[in-house]
């Protein structure tokens, strides 16, 4: 009541290429891997210790995550940003590698990558051994890559319980990125869904795609991967915890990203909606179980309002 809707239905999701890597090393004293490129903006700026790049060198970044399951590091797919590289234009991204917590990061080689049709993701499969890179590229499509694709390349749910790991959910008009819990034992148990508060959470903030340095650092995201709560099993880690990240674009489901906006963002509530149906997929909570949903600031006024639009759950 009061809003002006607004279902953006313009297949962004669609019209937007995206890259994304894996990287399999023989190095095992490697503890971090991002991508950097000076083409892409597509994360923090590059930050190096001592001196300063020289002018026109800066480059941006994206963390790897480790995949266990599957021996290799991987990224989200990662948007290309708009008015960037058009389609069918090569780009360079350079591999680099930390073998220290605060330590530097090393560049241990580059790709060179081509971008693709929107709608599609170009894969970058790289492996290292002895020093020596090897790639090759694969192209998927966005709708595929993402949600069941991303689980079923970390090796299937199996793989994914007792440890949280980045995903993302989309439609043709919006991706989001997550953060997905699943506990050690088989089961079945309920969703939490937490949404979190108003915070920073542009590009400078995102180490993977939509995904902000904060997320990790509080509420029950935080609760699942803390050792010190691990001893005493704490509540958080029975439950399958979601944890989505909003842009910088939307106040969750108002636009543009005012706590007054007046515009209701329906496709962000579709997509939300998709993602519950999906996450009841997966088989990991009971049959038409409700989902518990929980958030902080502007947080809360989305756990009120998706509670609002699936009142059967």
Sequence with gaps: IGFASSNRGDGLVLRTPHLAVTLESDDR???????????????PREKCAGSRRPRGAARWCVDLFWCSATDCWRSLAIPVPTGGPEPGSEVDLAL???????????DIGSVRVTIPQGGTVSVQH????????SSRAEDLGILEFVAGGQVEAAGGIDALRGSQRPMQFATEDVIISFLLYVPKSQGPHPILLFFHGDMTRGQQQCTQPGLPDFVEQYGPALLVIDPKKEKGNHPCRDFVVVTPCCSEDVWWLRQPALHD???????????????VGWLDGLGLNFPGQGVCLAGQSMGAYMALELA??????
């Excluded at 004293?29 to 994360?43: D, H, K, P, T």
């Excluded at 680099?96 to 090393?106: L, M, N, R, S, Y």
């Design 261 to 275: 906006a007046k515009t209701y963002a329906t496709y962000m509530e579709d997509c939300l909606l998709q993602l």
């Design 96 to 106: 680099q590698a930390c073998w220290q917590e605060a330590q530097d990061f090393t």
């Design 29 to 43: 004293s490697v503890c971090a891997m991002r991508v950097a490129s000076r083409q892409l903006r597509f994360g």
């Design 126 to 133: 790289c492996r290292v051994t002895r020093g020596r890179l």
């Design 308 to 313: 609002r639009a699936m009142p059967d759950r």
